[in-house]
């Protein structure tokens, strides 16, 4: 049943991505002050091994379902940006059983003023979260498995606020720094608790700085690439820094099919002392909004 509903899904959006395949689906509904990028993606990939001697292998399969929306709206006195970043993924393994692989809800929105020609000032908002529950897997002396939940949906939850002054020379590049308020919700999985305190707290509140650098370029038609770096600085002092590092290169192979590298650098003090990298490489079929 689960392997029919996929290849229906897959069918409709190459059905979809071959009918829009100029420009987007839903360009012509596009307003002529706003501009757009939006895609959404689905990648799968599968290795099955029976009875196979020539080589050592380890069936696995690995889906993942991406939506990319980035939408700007153009005015005589400042622009409008909404970004939506929506990714959720699962790995199966032979031996292990199934692993999250990618679990992410990114939603920011922005308005820059044109009080001057290219430092302009700003104010917005974002939002960030998982959909699925997050595990760490142990075993016990037996070698048993042992799979503890250590997050959820809106635990840990971020909301930040923030305001400053922003340089934007052109539509490839912009960087932006100025005051954020980042407010951490986590009821049970100990993300907002202060360890110096009796009380278990369950929000956390955190003025600080806060830098965002943002850069896109397309080689051609087929080849692009993107980049964010985001960095934040509690007011309590440098070391309570935050940042992520994010790194796309997307080569288009034909309207339905892309290929996408990504790299990832991420820190944060209060999940792990050290650095955290990511990489990836996926294939799959996309369907262009805008």
């Not at 991505?17 to 993606?41: I, K, R």
């Not at 091994?49 to 993942?64: I, K, M, P, R, V």
């Not at 960030?128 to 997050?151: P, R, V």
Request: aromatic share 16%; proline share 2%.
């Amino acid at each position: 049943m689960k392997k029919s509903v996929f290849a229906i899904a897959c069918a409709a959006l190459i059905s979809a991505s071959t009918a829009f395949a100029e420009g987007g689906m839903f360009e012509g509904y596009l307003p002529e002050n706003w501009t757009a990028d939006v895609v959404a993606a689905v990648k799968f990939t599968r290795m099955n091994f029976y009875n196979w001697h020539q080589e050592s292998g380890t069936s696995s399969s690995t889906w993942l379902v991406t939506y990319d929306a980035d939408l700007k709206a153009h005015w005589s006195v400042a622009d409008w940006r909404n970004k939506v970043n929506l990714a959720l993924g699962q790995t199966w393994t032979d031996g292990l059983g199934k692993r999250k692989s990618s679990d992410k809800i990114f939603i920011e929105t922005m308005a820059d003023f044109h009080a001057f020609s290219l430092f302009k000032p700003y104010i917005g908002a974002r939002f960030e979260t998982q959909f699925m529950k997050g595990y760490d897997y142990s075993e016990d002396a037996d070698g048993n498995e042992i799979k503890t939940a250590i997050s959820k949906f809106m635990d840990p939850g971020y909301v930040t606020q923030m305001a400053g002054i922003g340089y934007f020379p052109n539509d490839m590049f912009s960087t932006r720094l100025g005051f954020a308020n980042r407010m951490t919700i986590s009821n049970k999985y100990h993300y907002a608790d202060d360890p110096d305190t009796e009380k278990f707290e369950k929000f956390k509140d955190e003025p600080g700085l806060e830098s965002i650098t943002e850069f896109k370029y397309s080689f051609s038609e087929l080849v692009s690439f993107k980049s964010r770096l985001w960095a934040f600085v509690n007011f309590e002092g440098f070391d309570e820094i935050d940042g992520k590092w994010e790194n796309l290169l997307a080569v288009t192979f034909s309207p339905l099919f892309e290929l996408q590298v990504g790299y990832d650098v991420a820190y944060d003090k209060d999940l792990d002392e050290d650095s955290q990298h990511k990489n990836t490489i996926l294939i799959g079929v996309t369907w262009r909004w805008f």
